[in-house]
């Protein structure tokens, strides 16, 4: 596979959407950004995983270190469940995870992905932001399944209390869209639009 390294400035800490980027010959420069990711009153799922894309890529291409790569091009990417109209962060602790789960299982949930791109030299007219929507089902499990896995804390870090590309792929019936967006970050349309802005010239 080519590999394109340091094409990106990736404006996260995840792990999952380095490991996907790489994945695809993707080899990000990582340089976390930390806001307050707190939904404002009244705010809609939609555009609350909106406005926290813009506002990483923003903090990000504030850094000194962004303007000093040869990265082509900056991204970030935010990701919220969704269970009817609410958004569903990560769990505090424990008995945090468990209430989303409780509430979950047996359920259909909507799971969205914001992603900025921003191909250097980094102007507002060279950005571009997408959101992903994909649809997840759980199963009915039990009270005892749910306890035990919220109790691995596998799923603390993660908004929903679940990690569909780990031991939480046992509660994950179906589901209807991008697999790679539910976990972190929807490398179709990334592609797509790295290959509109001509920062991938020639992919794979």
Excluded: N, W
Aim: hydrophobic share 45%.
């Amino acid at each position: 596979m080519t590999t394109h390294a340091r094409l990106l400035l990736l404006g996260s800490a995840s792990p999952r959407r380095r490991e996907l980027l790489t994945t695809v010959g993707l080899e990000p420069l990582c340089l976390p950004v930390l806001l307050d990711e707190s939904v404002r009153e009244g705010e809609r799922p939609h555009d609350y995983v909106r406005r926290m894309a813009e506002e990483k890529l923003a903090a990000l291409l504030a850094r000194p270190e962004a303007t000093q790569t040869t990265a082509r091009a900056a991204l970030t990417a935010d990701t919220t469940v969704v269970l009817g109209e609410e958004s569903l962060g990560k769990p505090a602790d424990a008995r945090a995870a468990l209430d989303m789960l409780r509430r979950l299982a047996g359920r259909e949930h909507v799971v969205l992905t914001a992603f900025a791109l921003c191909r250097a030299p980094f102007e507002a007219s060279r950005r571009v932001v997408r959101v992903v929507e994909s649809r997840v089902e759980f199963r009915a499990a039990t009270e005892d399944e749910l306890r035990r896995y919220a109790d691995t804390g596998e799923g603390l870090d993660k908004a929903g209390a679940y990690a569909i590309q780990g031991l939480g792929m046992f509660l994950v019936r179906r589901i209807v869209g991008s697999y790679s967006s539910i976990v972190g970050l929807p490398l179709c349309e990334l592609v797509e639009e790295l290959r509109r802005l001509e920062v991938l010239e020639a992919y794979p």
